[in-house]
């Protein structure tokens, strides 16, 4: 489980440009929905999410860890067992405790993180995007969208689900090709919370013992 967890929450998953480009498809309906909620999160000055990972094989999740996730601006914290990222708008840091090691890396361009919220930036270039209609997460009648790659990337598709009410996001599936599950299904959202200044920032002296590989 930690493997899995280090690999897809809290590395950043790379996604090749295999093939040719096609022409990008997005629904009018789904593209509302989409923006709104990304307006409402860009409106507060943070946001937190207390989240469960999930993942398994075959559509199956057969394994469950709780996680938190901060974020303002474009700065974040995505904590999940003994590994944590921290984006300080510069940089990536991988911090595993148990292992006890970090691993320091620029973004780039075909980088994208496996985050409650990445998907709702990614969306605009990466993906074809339809909506798929209503379905019941925890009692909220949400809407279903559907994100299929525009160029082959490792995902067959996302799923996300939405409270368009509240323009918030309630749940996302990824879907491997190699019939992988990762789900993350929010279970409380906090806005413009006074936090910590040094929230975002990497304190090196915390970590005097731990391997440092600046990639």
Do not use: C, W
Not at 15 to 31: P, R
């Amino acid at each position: 489980m930690k493997k899995i967890i280090s690999k897809i929450v809290l590395g950043t998953l790379v996604v090749g440009s295999i093939g040719f480009a096609q022409a990008q498809k997005i629904d009018a309906k789904a593209k509302k929905i989409l923006d709104d909620i990304t307006a409402n999160y860009n409106s507060k000055k943070n946001s937190y999410f207390k989240f469960a990972f999930g993942s398994g094989v075959n559509g199956v999740v057969s394994k469950n860890e709780p996680g938190i996730y901060y974020s303002a601006g474009d700065k974040y914290k995505l904590k999940i067992m003994e590994t944590e990222q921290i984006f300080d708008g510069n940089k990536i840091y991988n911090i595993n405790t148990d292992d006890m090691e970090v691993t320091v890396a620029k973004p780039n361009a075909n980088s994208t993180m496996f985050s409650p919220i990445n998907y709702l930036t990614s969306y605009r270039k990466d993906y074809n995007v339809i909506y798929s209609g209503k379905k019941s997460v925890d009692g909220v009648n949400a809407d279903l969208i559907k994100l299929t790659p525009v160029k082959a990337n490792g995902l067959k598709y996302i799923y996300l689900y939405v409270d368009s009410a509240k323009k918030q996001m309630l749940k996302l599936e990824q879907h491997g090709n190699n019939k992988d599950i990762s789900v993350i299904s929010i279970k409380e959202y906090k806005e413009n919370q006074q936090l910590d200044p040094n929230m975002f920032v990497f304190d090196k002296a915390k970590f005097k013992n731990y391997l440092v590989t600046e990639l």
